[in-house]
């Protein structure tokens, strides 16, 4: 047996190329398959698909390209087809050395589609010096391209533009599109900052603030008419996590900062904090609202309050544990109690000073679990019921083929003309009526064993997860990774669990239980 020509299709879609409808992932699988069609190898062929969405071209560590590459070392790639050399790689050197020296080691042909360049028709040469320019010009545009969107977003911030859409609290855009103090509120920023700077915590600000009725930031921009700002979660209640931002935030003193982040790797959204001596920063880019001597004074007092190198603590029930009054996330002092850090700014809230201690609600949270097992006994009828529905299907099954070999039987009496034209179509008729009917009643019966099956399997899983559950001492990370999305703290000593799926234990999705233990003081 001939061996099959392997054609590689190499596709890249960076970030850049998502309004470029000629570049979309479609139209470059089209045009290549286009090419590797027009190959006189085509008959013979085996088409694979490499592609990188979302990666740069600057450099090859992309995914793709690299299990492409990896193929061709391993001698299975015959030829590969790209758009254009661009798609494949905008640095020359690199891309230049893989054309001209690795592909032809491993007797790999190159094909670039839009520069008509294909290594077949060079035997060895460099190409062209057209295609090395090509190399150059593909390499020079990229880095062009983000030199100049670059220094114009630079530019217009020079200018005094505010590039955001939102400016910070205390600020507002101006009809120039430049960022000028909101006298509004301009002033509880700058008593913000005069509170800190005479020694209160990120917490004590925060009940001043809530005893003065300030508004939230959410809240003060919804009364401005914004009312896409959900405020429902802060319950007017400013956090600490937002007063240190606003400490942290050197636009207050009238320097922008920008590239701050970037992305952790190519092609993804999550995003890191830079160094601050890479950040860019213009200083007088705006109207400061508070000086910079009162900015250097309350950083340094609240960096007072702050761990140096804190560490991430690790435990069971981390990320999971809510106040059921206000829906936060519940915090967890000295390593052995969960609080809610929102109901400590004012005593009139129904979750304030309540408390959980960890080892007390883990047990509480294992023993929940197990008093919602009791569903899950009966998976041996469900076997039963299976079986019994399997057996019933293949009855049906049988059936059908049965009318559907009658059918045939008479078309051979008619064919041999053992039977007359208007008998078999008088007795086709009846058949096909049978049928018909013995299609609709299969089909609901099929229907009816893949539910139970699905029951079945779900019972199966969840007597998996009982077993678990019943041989665990203790509540483990595996089991509430598998079952628990969050535990919600409620006062009256009552907790709620939301599971990961639905019907986990053949109960509704979220399941409360008063427990008695005392764990909330």
């Known amino acids: 047996m001939k061996q099959k020509y392997v054609i590689a299709l190499y596709i890249r879609l960076s970030v850049e190329d998502f309004k470029t409808e000629s570049l979309s992932i479609p139209n470059q699988k089209l045009l290549l398959r286009e090419k590797a069609m027009s190959l006189q190898e085509w008959d013979n062929s085996e088409v694979l698909e490499f592609v990188d969405n979302g990666h740069t071209g600057t450099n090859f560590e992309r995914p793709a390209v690299q ?24 640095n020359s050197i690199e891309t230049g050395y ?20 294909d290594t077949a028709n060079f035997k060895g040469d460099t190409g062209g010096i057209d295609i ?10 990229s880095r062009d391209m983000s030199m100049k969107t670059k220094s114009a977003k630079y530019a217009k911030m020079r200018r005094g533009e505010y590039q955001s859409v939102i400016c910070p609290y205390g600020y507002r855009k101006s009809a120039d599109g430049r960022m000028e103090p909101d006298e509004d509120v301009a002033g509880i920023v700058r008593q913000i900052f005069e509170w800190a700077a005479d020694g209160n915590t990120a917490a004590e600000i925060t009940r001043k603030l809530y005893s003065l009725k300030i508004p939230t930031l959410g809240e003060y921009r919804r009364d401005k008419g914004k009312d896409h700002y959900n405020v429902s979660r802060t319950h007017g209640v400013w956090s600490s996590s937002t007063v240190l931002r606003m400490l942290e935030d050197q636009r207050y003193i009238g320097t922008y900062v920008i590239g701050k982040r970037k992305v952790q790797e190519i092609g993804s959204r999550r995003m890191k904090l830079k160094d601050e001596n890479e950040w860019f920063k213009i200083p007088d880019h705006h109207l400061a609202i508070v000086s910079k001597e009162l900015f250097e004074k309350a950083n340094a007092s609240i960096r007072r309050f702050s761990l140096p190198n804190k560490k991430r603590r690790d435990y069971l029930l981390r990320g999971k544990v809510f106040c059921g009054c206000c829906d936060h996330a519940m915090s967890l002092r000295n390593g052995a109690w969960f609080y809610c850090r929102h ?5 009139n809230f129904p979750c304030h000073g309540v408390r959980v201690k960890m080892a007390d609600l883990e047990q509480a949270v294992l023993e929940t679990i197990r008093a919602q097992m009791c569903p899950v006994l009966g998976i041996d009828s469900s076997k039963d019921k299976l079986d019994l529905q399997t057996i019933q299907q293949a009855e049906h099954e049988e059936k059908l083929r049965s009318i559907q070999d009658s059918k045939r039987r008479l078309y051979e009496q008619y064919a041999l003309g053992e039977i007359d034209l208007e008998t078999y179509r008088e007795q086709k008729a009846v058949y096909d009526a049978e049928l018909v009917q013995a299609k609709n009643v299969h089909a609901a019966i099929t229907a009816q064993t893949k539910q139970i099956q699905s029951d079945y399997e779900a019972r199966l899983k969840q007597r998996e997860i009982v ?29 709620e669990i939301e599971y990961v799926t639905q019907d986990v234990f053949g109960v509704k999705e979220t399941e409360e239980s008063d427990y008695e233990g005392s ?3």
């Open 132 to 141: 090395a320019f090509k190399y150059l010009i593909s390499e020079c545009y």
């Open 67 to 90: 299990e492409l590459l990896t193929m061709v070392q391993a001698g299975k790639i015959n030829c590969i087809i790209v758009k254009d050399l661009s798609r494949f790689g905008r």
């Open 343 to 347: 109901s400590e700014v004012a005593e």
């Open 467 to 495: 077993q678990e559950v019943g041989n665990a001492d203790t509540l483990t990370q595996a089991l509430i990774d598998r079952l628990i999305s969050k535990v919600y703290i409620f006062p009256g000593d009552r907790i």
């Open 519 to 521: 764990f909330l003081l």
């Open 98 to 117: 893989f054309i001209e020296r690795v592909f032809p080691l491993y007797h790999t042909r190159f094909i670039s589609v839009s520069d008509d360049f």
